[in-house]
């Protein structure tokens, strides 16, 4: 890059990021607040200047989100059943037979040859109701773990160096020129 202030041997350092599109991308170092560009301008032989490059790591966050819920509760649902139920009576059965005398229940009085039914006994059905269990439910909240791999772009800035008028020198030239 050149620029017009620059007197001729002065040097111009600068870190470009690659994109248009980085520079407004957030975490970017255009964000954090850091100017790249240095001019190094009053140089001595033995003096040196620094540029720091930052680039950008992940910092995971695990974000516990609620993605539904269960209403658990017992109702009571109600049926008619028919129950078979055998129910008795108990009869005394009076048979008056000729010649026997006079047979009075009462104040009536009973007729030879006729029989007679006295009722003793009866059966009534009285239904109780017995609780027993018929199922047991049981409910464990468990968790279940996974890995996953999560894909982020990170920006990290480079230093790049043009050099139109050919003033950087390659290090490893000059060493193998020495040797």
Do not use: W
Request: proline share 3%; with cysteine; net charge negative.
């Amino acid at each position: 890059m050149t620029d017009d202030r620059l007197n001729p041997g002065e040097r111009h350092l600068e870190a470009t990021e690659t994109t248009e599109q980085s520079r407004d991308l957030p975490g970017t170092t255009a964000e954090m607040g850091h100017d790249l560009r240095t001019e190094s301008t009053g140089l001595l032989a033995g003096q040196t200047d620094r540029l720091v490059l930052y680039e950008e790591r992940a910092n995971v966050e695990v974000i516990r989100e609620s993605v539904g819920a269960v209403t658990v509760r017992k109702v009571v649902r109600e049926r008619e059943e028919m129950v078979p139920v055998t129910l008795r009576t108990e009869c005394l059965e009076i048979v008056v037979r000729e010649g026997a005398g006079c047979v009075r229940m009462g104040d009536q009085e009973l007729q030879p040859g006729q029989s007679y039914e006295v009722e003793l006994t009866t059966e009534r059905a009285s239904i109780q109701k017995e609780i027993v269990p018929i199922s047991e439910v049981s409910f464990e909240k468990r968790a279940v773990q996974q890995d996953v791999q999560e894909t982020v772009t990170l920006h990290r800035e480079v230093l790049d160096i043009e050099d139109p008028q050919g003033l950087v020198a390659n290090r490893t030239d000059l060493l193998d020129d020495l040797r």
